[in-house]
């Protein structure tokens, strides 16, 4: 029976292949894989609905608490240029992301924006996989880079989002017998987005950790630092299951969907990586900035798509997030954006 | 006992749908309303689980002119583009006139 | 396939009830009951999470006669008191003898 | 609104025969269905809690012949041997054309 | 960014206002206003209903476990003193607040009685936050609070319920035009305070933790202490959205409740902490018994309130206790007691 | 207050009596008699149903990934002589309890086979104890022990269903007015058996545990080994709770079924003990092995047996489960088949 290290600290100058295993052989990706198996072969095991909230409920407090421990030992400094390119990021990834859908993928404005909006936001299991990663290899990521994740899960969402609704606009004028709905007012989407569940544990949860400190911090961190990577991995289980339940959907999806999940995160996954060094960011960042660049949300962005623009098929968009990207950034694309951000860095 | 038929409107939509159907009733005219979680698959995709949630199911005891006035809302925001579907029937309500 | 028409006394109720009720619909005569989660709202405030809880939606197939019984007692014992809400349809049952 | 008549059939039974009658249903030609978590107690056992499970309450908009398919195979299939109860009333379905 | 220390040692003779900043800026505090602030700016934010059930259960087990582990520790002689005070206070106290409600607030005899038990019985997390508090400050609480914890949770209730019902067939007589409804037998309700959930889980862990000593605590320690805080943390997020909840009918409860719900406290909070001196409890017993007294119960009071007094307003009651009294407690009531107790005790 | 070691080191040389006191005054037993207690006091005490459906994942998955970081560690022919005993056993139980049952008891067919499978198969909380308790007397069992599990958990139920099918159809051809159901494909029921929930996670956690090795079982250890017993004992409150609901149903049961419930698994322990011992087990081996042959599965059986002989009353194999030899072997069966097991392997 072979044995690989895993998540455990590694030399820096490992090889490609690996880093690969290293990052297969986890109880994370494997976990993942379970899920994904028992849905392959019709188990009628699923975890509690209940089950999936509280977890995702703790992953997002516990990241911003964390966060929050650790940004107040940092600067306001230290962070505007990383701040900045991060915002950059979520203003470009949605329109490549819809210009690629749209021109060469030819898919109608609604599901171009639709798709758009999931990839211009971000996926915090890809974001905590990255970091459990770099700091496997011995390349810890900066401590402030959970806020960057927040200023990143909004923006690409809602200029998505804002795309289609002017292409679409646009075009109703252009054919004027459609069903003449009314938009749904842009007040409405920014509310829902800024109180978000998401929004609410990550930013709040940074807050108190910054207020309250080290001090204040160690009573909490057996449950929110302790028992962190285990209730992931029983959390990825449940990821796992969910994409098993989207593989049928794949050959509905198409060869260019399949292709477009693979290539878009490495493309914006580079782009990261070569914006996260320019502000100065370590290897560790700059993989973790690629990381979140590449990733698709399926937290935030598929209810505010399905609500704002019904139109999209969901089909599409869950199955090149969940099906698609995410296990392609966690298998492989994560160890990528590493060997890309270490190229960007030296 | 006396009883007052009243019109029981049930609507099984995506739960994304709750709150705007529940302030759509509520703004109709209706004095109340029940929701249960629910599963369910209709000509769209199967409804389970945690993404994109599953559904719910919406009952509300009207009179039969905010059943009517509910049911064009319904058929005119929500058919075409969201997961939904909508029933009456006639039911007896005790102390029925609370409910017109 | 042979049916048999009998009375489905729906009750919608605050859900400390639950026990309470269960204890009525059986003390009445009724054969058996089905319950439901449910949350709400009517005239009293909306009912949801913990913190005195949600609803109960209680169903029971019954004849007509303790369907009667049973909307009594409700309206006696809780109606006032109680945020509560009942009502009867009547539907064919198969081998509706067995619940009479 | 236009409405169209059609039955609703609703079966109440033991939460494991959930993907059975799933697949009994659409067998059956019915479009759609939704089922709701529930616990109950008949002439068997009450049912509540995780070992042997609660019951599943589901229902399905179908044409009267649809319905009669599934009473009847209903009352051989699972009759005898399982808890099991089901009933038909007649609702008033928007765009009603679209289930049977 | 300033930081301060929360919940960890802290030399006992520390200035007031250090003390309430202490308090302010724990996780538990922060948490509580986060649910709050998430309610005021109407968030999606919420727990699943199991979660808040799964927490509270492992909150009273482990609260009665851990209690009874130190209670094995404990003679006889050391309880008998407390446990006399403490029964008293819950005699008392439910009486006070009767009087002030029906006298000087004019409250019907329903509203007054059902407030009553609510004051009357004590709230878990605000004991457990005085527990946090008194050991952070370096006044740790006897062994065996937890045991007064379950003597005081009961009897409030039963006496409130009990002058409630007197009181409303005594005005039934003078005017025979009600409704003539039955009142539930005393058996059922005495049945159901002493079979509650909270008595199973208190009692039960209490008797548990001593029989099986340290030995039987330690394998399970990590999870029935190693977790405290820290999912305390996460119940107070769901405790400050269901305050959160109640702040809209603050307008309707009036301005009479709002200072009953502070001042109330303090009175009780002071004879709980007289009384624990005079039974010869430390500070930190004394501060841990004045916050009991002061505190207002919104688990088991709330059902029993509107199964034996329906016509008793839930918008007094729950507002009251909830969104007035247990948030006062958390932020200064406890700190107040704990000057107070130190005046006692010297 | 006397106290006793519960689950802790113990000197092996302790005798019957003081292993039994061991045994009563854990966390876990008296968990459970709590449960029971609350149910006989018609407590509302009871735990979401959610709650225990993420325990019963959380215990089986962490059972499985434990045992695979041990079997990292085990040779190919340690293990093959333990298999096959084990495959033995859950060849042999199901058949004694049928014939027991159906020629002794007089039970119908149905029943004989319903009760049948819950016995040929295993109890996973009774196997957790049954180590738990080799571990507390220092007389741990073999890493490879969940893999043990995982072997016994199918075969016998298998085999008690496909006896009642065979004895079923055998005597309506001889009566043949019944209402000539079809009976369910034989695919069916292995493809649920195998795909079963306790399957996936057991044998997911297996795979995954080996795969990981230690390294990788480092960083999920504090979740899914430091909080094993803590959970439990909170798992097992819920397990008196059904318990405690079955306690009604004892008299239904009959005497026969009491006797069944507490002779038959002293029977099949005694045959456990004996083949493990042969297969070269330790004493602990052999106790644990003892008690999965000696328990009686609630988990895996109970929709088996319902979906597939729907004739078997459940209240005879669900009371003599959970009722009867769940809490006999709890408080006394493991402590004699570790007495057995001694004289066995000396
Ligand atoms: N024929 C039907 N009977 C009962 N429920 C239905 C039926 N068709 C659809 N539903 C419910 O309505 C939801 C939305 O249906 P659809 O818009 O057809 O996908 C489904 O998920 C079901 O819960
Ligand atoms: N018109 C209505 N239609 C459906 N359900 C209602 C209606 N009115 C009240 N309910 C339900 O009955 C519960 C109690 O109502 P109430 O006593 O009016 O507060 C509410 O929480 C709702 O779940
Ligand atoms: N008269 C009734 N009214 C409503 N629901 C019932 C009735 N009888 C049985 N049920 C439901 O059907 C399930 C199975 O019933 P039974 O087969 O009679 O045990 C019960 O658990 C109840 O949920
Ligand atoms: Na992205
Ligand atoms: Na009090
Ligand atoms: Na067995």
Do not use: W
């Given at each position: 029976m072979f044995r690989v290290l895993s998540f455990a600290k590694y030399p820096t100058g490992v090889c490609m292949l690996d880093v690969l295993r290293i990052n297969l052989c986890s109880p994370l990706t494997l976990s993942f894989a379970l899920g994904v198996f028992a849905r392959l072969v019709r188990s009628e095991l699923s975890l509690?609905?209940?089950?999936?909230?509280?977890?995702?409920?703790?992953?997002?407090f516990a990241l911003g608490l964390k966060g929050g421990v650790e940004l107040s030992h940092s600067s306001l400094a230290a962070i505007s240029g990383p701040a900045l390119v991060t915002i950059l990021l979520g203003c470009l990834t949605p329109v490549s992301a819809y210009l690629v859908l749209r021109k060469m993928g030819r898919f109608s404005i609604a599901d171009s924006a639709g798709i758009a909006a999931h990839y211009g936001s971000v996926?915090?299991?890809?974001?905590?996989?990255?970091?459990?990663?770099?700091?496997?290899?011995?390349?810890?990521?900066?401590?402030?880079?959970?806020t960057l994740l927040t200023l990143l899960e909004i923006p690409g969402i809602q200029i998505a989002l804002a795309i289609g609704a002017f292409q679409m606009s646009a075009a109703a004028k252009a054919n004027p017998d459609g069903t003449g709905q009314v938009a749904r007012p842009v007040r409405e989407i920014m509310h829902e987005l800024l109180t978000s569940r998401s929004m609410m544990l990550l930013v709040g949860g940074l807050i108190i950790g910054t207020a309250v400190g080290e001090s204040g911090w160690k009573?909490?961190?057996?449950?929110?630092?302790?028992?962190?990577?285990?209730?992931?991995?029983?959390?990825l289980l449940e990821m796992g299951l969910a994409a098993g339940n989207r593989l049928g959907d794949?050959?509905?999806?198409?060869?260019?969907?399949l292709g477009f999940g693979i290539l878009m995160p490495i493309v914006h996954g580079t782009v990261g990586a070569y914006l996260g060094s320019l502000a100065g960011l370590s290897v560790g960042g700059c993989t973790v900035l690629a990381a979140m660049a590449a990733s698709a949300s399926y937290i935030a962005a598929p209810p505010a798509v399905r609500m704002t623009l019904p139109e999209a098929n969901p089909t599409f968009y869950l199955t090149a997030a969940l099906a698609i990207t995410?296990?392609?950034?966690?298998?492989?694309?994560?160890?990528?954006?590493?060997?890309?951000s270490k190229r960007f860095c030296s | 006992m006396k009883t007052v038929p009243l019109c029981l409107l049930t609507i099984v939509a995506e739960a994304i749908l709750k709150e705007r159907l529940i302030a759509d009733v509520r703004s109709a005219g209706a004095k109340g309303y029940t929701v249960t979680e629910a599963e369910g698959e209709?000509?769209?995709?199967?409804?389970?689980?945690?993404?994109l949630g599953s559904n719910i199911r919406l009952e509300t005891i009207v009179s039969p002119e905010v059943a009517d006035r509910l049911l064009k809302l319904i058929s005119v925001e929500y058919f075409e583009r969201y997961a939904v579907i909508a029933y009456l029937s006639t039911v007896s309500v005790i102390r029925g006139e609370k409910y017109v």
């Open positions: 509690p609905r209940d089950l999936y909230t509280a977890l995702s409920i703790y992953l997002l996926s915090a299991v890809t974001f905590i996989a990255a970091q459990q990663f770099t700091a496997s290899v011995g390349a810890p990521a900066e401590g402030f880079m959970p009573p909490v961190q057996p449950v929110f630092e302790g028992l962190f990577k285990g209730l992931l991995t029983i959390f794949l050959k509905q999806a198409g060869l260019f969907l995410f296990p392609f950034n966690l298998i492989a694309g994560i160890p990528i954006y590493y060997e890309i | 209709g000509i769209r995709q199967r409804r389970v689980g945690e993404i």
